[in-house]
């Protein structure tokens, strides 16, 4: 295998980039085993020697803790890649199914092949993260990627772009910088598939670009992801799990608690532990190094303007100077508040009591489905109601947003919260392109029986065979 170039490649515009990155994987640079793993140890290598810069780089766009920073994004990654590199042998292999009857002698497998030139959109709330795990995938797979970072999250793209050459070769992974304008313009070429994580306006746009070339998408969207509380939970519990998925990145998290469905019966028991957990966790939020920043102006003047939706049982400070907008509980929340009317994306946290179970499924009715759903109950029967009567990307039981990290799980949405799935092995399944593969031996040629001309003789075996 040729010796990995670290240097960049020089400037050049992004027309073509597809089609140059097609053909290293056509000239086969990026299969074998070996070349794969050698990428994946770059990565790694990336993130780990440059800790502290991806500490300052997250801090700024974010307000992360360094804490923060490595739980939800760089020793993610790095475990990610971690688990990929072992396993990709095992991914790799064929894998053998059985070859019918009518066939025989014969044996059937499928391939993993790698799919071509990919583009990775990430968006701004995981920067480091949403750029990074799809890639281990594309790296996986054996596919070359372009990885188009946030520009709303410009300390990290700025790292990122300075880095990836350093560590990964240039011949299959690109990093491309910019906005609108640059994001339209790879979307004008031709890629083997496009990987976007955002919000499900952009995405239509996305698809409609992907449509032309028949390239196929993977949508990591999000939604109004609820939490239903039974009046059975643990409530003190709940109330914490609840609280720590809700305010980790100032809520600025795709599968964060949305909003909150509790028994009419423990509703101010549940408001007032979540007032507790949130003090316990926080203390003065404005002080803590432990809570993040809202990511601009713009998304936090959006924030504020939900802040009326009801009554605030605490939070509701605002600092726009330090991008700040405190943990907020809100109850009295009417069903056609503006804070019930779009993904909040933020540490605003509306609390709405409801009629049981019965009562909860039907407030998902005829709804969109959101990326996550989670229930706190300990009765057995009306978890398995929710688990049965509702749908969503993942389902978390008396547990918020920790599903993410379970790399078995495969993580995606349903109809608008997203389509397609990644993380672990379905990583490298989304990227890679499953061949099937038939072999059957000429020595004895058992297929005779079904040539034509049909005699009467060969239609009856045709038929046993067949039927």
């Known amino acids: 295998m040729s010796e990995i170039r670290t240097e960049a490649p020089p ?8 089609a140059e990155l097609r053909a290293a994987v056509d000239r086969g640079v990026t299969r074998p085993r070996a070349y794969r793993e050698q990428q994946l140890e770059g990565l790694v290598r990336m993130l780990l020697q440059h800790a502290s810069e991806w500490e300052a780089a997250l801090k700024a766009d974010l307000g992360k803790s360094e804490i923060e920073a490595h739980l939800t994004e760089i020793g993610y990654v790095v475990a990610e890649a971690r688990a990929a590199r072992r396993s990709l042998r095992r991914w790799m292999a064929p894998t053998r199914v059985a070859a019918p009857l009518a066939l025989q002698p014969a044996t059937a497998r499928t391939v993993a092949e790698p799919l071509g030139a990919t583009l990775i959109i990430a968006p701004w709330n995981y920067p480091l993260h949403l750029a990074l795990a799809p890639l281990i995938g594309a790296i996986a797979a054996g ?16 790292l990122l772009a300075r880095l990836a050459p350093e560590h990964l070769d240039p011949r299959s992974v690109r990093v491309v910088e910019g906005a609108v304008d640059e994001t339209t313009a790879l979307l004008e070429q031709r890629w083997d598939l496009i990987f976007y994580t955002g919000n499900g306006t952009v995405a239509r746009v996305v698809a409609a670009a992907a449509a032309k070339h028949l390239t196929p998408t993977v949508l990591e969207l999000g939604g109004k992801s609820p939490v239903y509380v039974h009046r059975s939970a643990d409530i003190a519990a709940a109330a914490r799990r609840i609280a720590w998925g809700k305010w980790i990145n100032a809520g600025q998290t795709c599968v964060a608690p949305d909003h909150i469905r509790v028994d009419r019966e423990v509703a101010d028991e549940l408001v007032e532990q979540l007032r507790r957990a949130t003090a316990e966790q926080l203390g003065d939020a404005r002080t803590s190094p432990d809570f993040a920043r809202i990511v601009n102006g713009r998304h936090l003047e959006r ?43 933020g540490p605003i946290l509306p609390v709405l009591p409801v009629d049981g179970v019965d009562g909860f499924i039907e407030t998902m009715s005829g709804r969109d489905k959101p990326l996550a759903l989670y229930v706190f109950a300990r009765d057995r029967d009306a978890v398995r ?17 920790a599903h993410v990290g379970a790399a078995g799980l495969p993580f995606g949405g349903v109809g608008e919260s997203g389509s397609g799935a990644y993380h672990g092995r379905h990583s490298f399944e989304v990227f890679s392109h499953r061949k099937a593969v038939l072999s059957k031996p000429t020595a004895v040629d058992t297929l005779r029986v079904i040539y034509p001309p049909f005699t009467e003789l060969r239609g009856r075996i045709a038929k046993r065979i067949l039927g």
């Open 303 to 345: 924030l504020r303007g939900l802040l009326g939706s009801g009554s605030v049982v605490t939070g509701g400070e605002v600092d726009a100077d330090a991008r700040y907008i405190a943990p907020t509980i809100l109850t009295d929340v009417a069903e056609d508040a503006p804070v019930m009317q779009e993904e909040i994306f």
């Open 385 to 401: 109601r929710v688990e049965r009567e509702t749908s969503s990307g993942g389902l978390g039981i008396n547990i918020a947003v």
């Open 143 to 158: 596919d070359a990627a372009v990885v188009k970072p946030s520009e709303l999250a410009p300390a990290t793209s700025r």
């Open 11 to 18: 400037a050049a515009s992004v027309d073509g980039i597809a």
